[in-house]
C-alpha cells in the first residue's frame, strides 16, 4: 500500500516520465497505468487490495430457491428438510430442489432448527418376529390415535386384530387407557377366541414401561398365560405395518367425521368391525374376507390364572412389596412390576445369574455387586484377588446374535 501511494503521488508531481517512474519501482507499465487509474478513480482507498473471493459459488443455492424453501419452513415449522423437499417437488416438480442435507443446513444457518428433546423409551426386546403363517399366531394392538366426538367427548379406541388373516378381534373405546380396563378388553377377547403365542405391540403404556425389561403389570399377564410380548422398535410403526393399515381404513370408515357421541361412535366401531370382517375383501388374502380365514385358538383362556412353575436348576425368589428379593440377606430391588410373582435365577457361572420369569429371561444377575443388568449387558468382571477379567457369560438362546434382526421382545 505504502508503495502504491509514493507510486501515484510521484507521479503527479510530474518529476518522471510513467517509463522512468515505473523502471524505478520495478513495475510494467500496464501495471502503473492501471493503479494510477484506480488512484484517479477512487482516491487513496482505492490502492487497498480487492476481496478476490467470487461474488457467487457456481453450486450455490439460487436466492428465489432457498427464499421458497424458508417460507414453507417458516409456515410448517415441525417439517424436516425431506418433508420440506417432498411437498416443493409436487407443488412444482419442473424446479430443481436442492437435496435435504441442504436444507437442513439452509435452516440451521437460519437459526429455524428446532432441537428435539430426548425421550426416555422403553427398551426394545432383541428377537426377530414370530412369524404369522396361521391365526392366533402373532395378534397385534394398538390405539388408534385418541379424537373427539361431535359432543366434545374423547374416544380412545383400542383395536386387536389377527395378524395373519387380519381378523379385527376387538375396535372397542375404553374410558381409561390404563392396564386395569385394557386388561379386560384382552380378558373377553381370549375368553371368545383363545390365546395367542405372541401379542405385538409398541412401546408405549400400558404395554411397556422403563421397568426391567420394559415390562408392565399388563405385559406379566400376559407372560403368566403363555404370551410371548413382542415390542416394536420405537419410531418404526412399519414393524406393525398390517394393524397400522386396518387404523387407517377404520379412521376413513368411522372417524371422518366422527358420531354424535361415545355411544354412537361405539356403534360405528361396531359396524365397522363387522363389515371388515365378514364382508370386504382383502388382497392380501386372495380376496376372501378375514372371518373366511380366522379360526379359534385351541388354547383356552384357564378358569384361573396359575403362578410361573420352575424346575430344580432355578433358585426361586418371591419379589417383595417393594420390587425386590432377598439374596442372602439383602435385598435387591428388580421392579415393582413383579410384586409378589416368583422368579428363578438360572446361574451362568459362580458369580452371574439369568432372571427369568416364567418361561422368560428379562435381565441378569451380578451376586457380587448385587445389581441388576440387562439382558444384553457385557458382564466382564475382575475376580476377587485375580487382576484378570472373567469373560462374560454366554448369551441365552432367546438372545439375538444377528444385529440386523428388528427390536422386539422375547422378554
Known amino acids: 500500500m505504502d508503495e502504491r501511494m509514493r507510486f501515484v503521488l510521484e507521479r503527479e508531481r510530474g518529476l518522471c516520465t510513467m517509463t522512468e517512474l515505473c523502471e524505478i519501482y520495478g513495475i510494467a507499465r500496464e501495471t502503473g497505468y492501471y493503479w494510477l487509474r484506480r488512484y484517479q478513480q477512487g482516491g487513496l482507498e482505492a490502492l487497498q487490495d480487492?476481496?478476490?473471493?467470487?461474488?457467487?459459488?457456481?453450486?450455490?443455492?439460487?436466492?428465489?430457491?432457498?427464499?421458497?424453501?424458508?417460507?414453507?419452513?417458516?409456515?410448517?415449522?415441525?417439517?424436516?428438510?425431506?418433508?420440506?423437499?417432498?411437498?416443493?417437488?409436487?407443488?412444482?416438480?419442473?424446479?430443481?430442489?436442492?437435496?435435504?442435507?441442504?436444507?437442513?443446513?439452509?435452516?440451521?444457518?437460519?437459526?429455524?432448527?428446532?432441537?428435539?428433546?430426548?425421550?426416555?423409551?422403553?427398551?426394545?426386546?432383541?428377537?426377530?418376529?414370530?412369524s404369522a403363517d396361521a391365526p392366533n399366531q402373532v395378534w397385534c394392538a394398538d390405539f388408534k390415535g385418541w379424537f373427539q366426538t361431535q359432543d366434545g367427548h374423547r374416544v380412545d379406541p383400542l383395536t386387536i386384530s389377527d395378524a395373519h388373516s387380519r381378523y379385527l378381534l376387538r375396535c372397542q373405546h375404553v374410558a381409561k387407557t390404563n392396564g386395569e380396563h385394557v386388561q379386560a378388553v384382552f380378558e373377553a377377547a381370549f375368553r371368545e377366541y383363545g390365546l395367542p403365542q405372541a401379542m405385538r405391540t409398541d412401546n408405549g403404556a400400558p404395554f411397556a414401561s422403563r421397568a426391567v425389561a420394559g415390562l408392565s403389570r399388563l405385559a406379566v399377564w400376559w407372560m403368566k398365560l403363555g404370551i410371548v410380548p413382542e415390542r416394536i422398535t420405537a419410531g418404526h410403526p412399519e414393524q406393525n405395518g398390517r394393524h397400522e393399515r386396518m387404523h387407517r381404513t377404520m379412521k376413513q370408515e368411522t372417524a371422518s367425521p366422527p358420531e354424535a357421541n361415545p355411544r354412537?361412535?361405539?356403534?360405528?366401531?361396531?359396524?365397522?368391525?363387522?363389515?371388515?370382517?365378514?364382508?370386504?375383501?382383502?388382497?392380501?388374502?386372495?380376496?376372501?374376507?378375514?372371518?373366511?380365514?380366522?379360526?379359534?385358538?385351541?388354547?383356552?383362556?384357564?378358569?384361573?390364572?396359575?403362578?410361573?412353575?420352575?424346575?430344580?436348576?432355578?433358585?426361586?425368589?418371591?419379589?417383595?412389596?417393594?420390587?425386590?428379593?432377598?439374596?442372602?440377606?439383602?435385598?435387591?430391588?428388580?421392579?415393582?412390576?413383579?410384586?409378589?410373582?416368583?422368579?428363578?435365577?438360572?446361574?451362568?457361572?459362580?458369580?452371574?445369574?439369568?432372571?427369568?420369569?416364567?418361561?422368560?429371561?428379562?435381565?441378569?444377575?451380578?451376586?457380587?455387586?448385587?445389581?441388576?443388568?440387562?439382558?444384553?449387558?457385557?458382564?466382564?468382571?475382575?475376580?476377587?484377588?485375580?487382576?484378570?477379567?472373567?469373560?462374560?457369560?454366554?448369551?441365552?438362546?432367546?438372545?439375538?446374535?444377528?444385529?440386523?434382526?428388528?427390536?422386539?421382545?422375547?422378554?
Open 50 to 130: 480487492l476481496n478476490r473471493a467470487p461474488e457467487r459459488h457456481p453450486n450455490q443455492t439460487p436466492e428465489e430457491i432457498e427464499a421458497a424453501v424458508l417460507e414453507l419452513r417458516r409456515a410448517h415449522m415441525r417439517w424436516g428438510p425431506r418433508k420440506l423437499k417432498r411437498v416443493l417437488e409436487r407443488e412444482a416438480a419442473q424446479t430443481s430442489w436442492p437435496a435435504a442435507s441442504t436444507i437442513g443446513a439452509m435452516l440451521a444457518r437460519e437459526g429455524l432448527v428446532m432441537a428435539r428433546k430426548r425421550r426416555r423409551r422403553a427398551p426394545p426386546y432383541t428377537q426377530p418376529f414370530a
Open 264 to 411: 354412537a361412535q361405539q356403534r360405528a366401531f361396531h359396524r365397522f368391525r363387522r363389515e371388515y370382517n365378514e364382508q370386504r375383501p382383502h388382497e392380501a388374502l386372495g380376496m376372501q374376507t378375514p372371518s373366511a380365514v380366522y379360526t379359534p385358538s385351541p388354547r383356552a383362556y384357564p378358569a384361573r390364572v396359575r403362578e410361573p412353575e420352575y424346575d430344580s436348576s432355578l433358585q426361586v425368589r418371591r419379589v417383595r412389596r417393594r420390587g425386590g428379593f432377598s439374596w442372602k440377606g439383602q435385598e435387591v430391588f428388580l421392579s415393582e412390576t413383579l410384586i409378589g410373582e416368583p422368579i428363578g435365577l438360572l446361574p451362568a457361572d459362580d458369580r452371574i445369574y439369568t432372571v427369568h420369569f416364567a418361561a422368560f429371561p428379562i435381565a441378569r444377575f451380578d451376586s457380587h455387586r448385587r445389581t441388576i443388568l440387562p439382558l444384553r449387558a457385557v458382564c466382564c468382571h475382575a475376580r476377587a484377588g485375580e487382576g484378570e477379567a472373567s469373560p462374560s457369560p454366554a448369551p441365552h438362546p432367546l438372545e439375538a446374535t444377528d444385529p440386523k434382526v428388528s427390536g422386539m421382545c422375547p422378554v
